[in-house]
């Protein structure tokens, strides 16, 4: 490892300057307004948290954690995600709150990354969980709701890919007969490997049928017409139960009014073991990465002793801002005063009086500019109190 | 519109004149002189394509980026490198395979730690792993033959067509280790929102492919 250089930073850090930081501040502000007035209320939680409690309980892969150990020597992590620190609340503090709880959060998280190339290690995260309330009414509210805050700003061409690892699981577990084997299609579908996956299924021995049952898995996507096809796979109570979750999710959404926004996608599978039933993932068309994503992980709470029904999603905020492209947000107006010592008194008077109008006053020592001109024209407005003879000078 | 165009990556070279085909067959309105343009973008107005040729091993980069939808891979750069795509067909194109080779009589030491060169350490050292044996890689770019020739390494892992490199250099292959063939990837985003696009690409591509396969 080479000594870094002055300017460098570490992998996947990033700088937010003035004009970057205005479209963040604009972004944050309306989805965070959004999630308020759905009734969703705001939590901080710390940074740094235990790594065999939160850390352990993450859906993010151990490699990715931030790893340090605090000063008696308990391994701890950058928070790799804001579910986890929330599950730990809802399961301790709030653990007397009435549920259903409602909760947001807008906070940095941290993945170590590999490669850099456009993806960073320490991002804003804004979100929500909606923790104790299993019906499908709750899945629906948060996925209406994260396509509500990126309506909010403006951000074009969306859309939901929504799925049920608790189908994937019970006709996976009902063609194959174990968790071992289910795993391992489990797998190719997580790795978004649908060649090993088809040629794993060939290589089994199951009857003819049931290896279509397999394959037709891979082409169930699109409208709602895809539930009706995957009825025809399914065989048991579960996967059954499972879309039938998924058609009342999809009414559920057509009172929201989102249904042009959803398409189901019924292989979608984020994460092997830690959602476990409607999962979702959200895109713009402006971005090849996917902007954000939730789910219901109903055992995550059982990890902090407690079994409760839970779902939320998170959406990235410097995403967002990368989807939006174009997007530039006004830079307030500011006036800019330029004194002169004699009249120093009387520039910070005029300022406070600027400043209790709501007005963003910059006061500066015309001693202290190198260059007047070069340094004025940032300002759209000018004013210059100098020299002893001006008709505002108190002395 | 623009916006239901494909850009699709490729591999310069053999894959691309194979995939090419393969669009052909599958009813694409390619252009005959194609193949025979050194620009590194090419456009097909007719099938609403645009080609990124790339190097091989960097095709799947561009598409997991977002910058093409779709791409043509290697089974070999896939593991390799690892990146967030669908993997959605084989196109049983540019059949080859994986091996170990090493020089005649070449016998595993217990005592000291046995040096692998390859272009292609992560797949190689996972490959090694699972078989419970611990190796050092040595990472080359090219002319991995030479790697035991001159003592830099007792086994290269390499790609096989043909076996006559191996011969020429007098190596033997002691394991074939996998099958690769060429596969279309798609990156996550456009597989939801060009799914129309992607979808009627699949569905006339895989009879073109089954076809193929029994002809052989």
């Not at chain 1, 990368?322 to 800019?336: K, M, N, P, R």
């Not at chain 1, 940032?378 to 020299?387: F, Q, R, S, T």
Request: with cysteine; aromatic share 8%; proline share 4%.
């Amino acid at each position: 490892m080479v000594k870094p250089l002055m300017f460098e930073k570490p992998t996947g850090m990033r700088d937010t300057l003035p004009n970057l930081y205005r479209v963040k501040e604009s972004i944050r502000k309306k989805t965070s307004t959004e999630m308020r007035q759905w009734g969703y209320e705001p939590i901080e939680t710390p940074t740094l948290e235990y790594f065999d409690t939160v850390g352990y309980a993450s859906a993010i892969l151990e490699q990715q954690l931030f790893k340090l150990l605090d000063q008696q020597g308990h391994p701890l992590v950058l928070r790799p995600d804001m579910t986890a620190p929330i599950a730990r609340i809802a399961a301790s503090t709030l653990k007397e709150k009435q549920r259903p709880v409602r909760l947001t959060y807008d906070a940095n998280v941290f993945r170590a990354q590999q490669r850099e190339g456009g993806k960073t290690a320490e991002f804003e995260q804004v979100g929500v969980e909606l923790i104790g309330d299993e019906t499908v009414s709750a899945d629906g509210e948060v996925i209406a709701l994260m396509l509500s805050a990126m309506n909010r700003i403006e951000l074009q061409d969306v859309q939901v890919a929504i799925g049920n690892v608790a189908f994937v699981h019970a006709l996976l577990i009902d063609i194959l007969g174990s968790e071992e084997r289910a795993e391992v299609l489990k797998r190719y579908l997580y790795e978004k490997n649908y060649v090993g996956f088809r040629r794993h299924v060939e290589s089994l021995s199951l009857s003819s049928i049931d290896k279509r049952r397999l394959e037709k898995l891979l082409k169930l996507r699109g409208g709602r017409e895809v539930l009706d096809e995957a009825y025809g796979i399914a065989e048991t109570e579960e996967a059954r139960q499972a879309l039938d979750d998924l058609v009342q999710l999809s009414d559920v959404l057509t009172s929201f009014g989102v249904e042009e926004n959803v398409r189901f996608d019924l292989n979608l599978l984020m994460h092997m073991s830690y959602y476990t039933g409607v999962v979702f993932e959200a895109y713009s068309s402006n971005l090849g990465y996917p902007i954000g994503s939730g789910g219901r992980y109903d055992e995550l709470l059982r990890r902090f002793d407690q079994q409760e029904a839970a779902t939320g999603f998170g959406l990235r905020l410097d995403l967002l801002v990368e989807a939006l492209g174009s997007a530039e947000v006004e830079q307030e107006q500011s006036t800019c005063l330029i004194f002169s010592h004699e009249r120093r008194a009387e520039a910070v008077r005029e300022a406070k009086r600027l400043r209790e109008n709501g007005e963003t006053v910059v006061l500066q020592d015309i001693a202290g500019i190198a260059d007047v001109d070069a340094f004025s024209q940032a300002y759209p407005k000018v004013e210059y109190l100098i020299g002893t003879n001006g008709g505002g000078s108190s002395e | 519109m623009n916006n239901e165009w494909l850009t699709i990556a490729m591999p310069k070279g053999r894959i691309f004149d194979e995939a090419v085909e393969l669009l052909r067959l599958a009813g694409y309105d390619l252009p005959p002189e194609f193949e025979e343009s050194r620009k590194l973008i090419i456009e097909s107005e007719s099938a609403g394509m645009r080609f990124i040729l790339a190097k091989p091993m960097d095709v799947p980069t561009y598409v997991e980026h977002g910058v093409c939808d779709v791409g043509v891979a290697g089974k070999d750069v896939l593991i390799e490198e690892e990146r967030d795509v669908y993997e959605l067909l084989d196109l049983q194109i540019s059949a080859c395979y994986m091996a170990v080779a090493a020089l005649p009589g070449y016998e595993r030491k217990k005592d000291i730690a046995p040096k692998v060169a390859t272009k292609y350490p992560n797949l190689a050292s996972s490959y090694f792993r699972a078989q419970g044996e611990q190796v050092e890689m040595i990472k080359l770019n090219g002319s991995i033959e030479l790697a035991p020739l001159v003592g830099l390494a007792d086994r290269i892992v390499d790609i096989v067509s043909t076996g006559q490199t191996l011969k020429e250099n007098g190596l033997v292959e002691t394991e074939e280790m996998m099958t690769i063939t060429s596969r279309l990837i798609v990156n996550p985003v456009s597989y939801r929102m060009k799914a129309a696009a992607i979808d009627e690409m699949v569905t006339r591509l895989e009879p073109v492919i089954a076809k193929e396969e029994t002809s052989e």
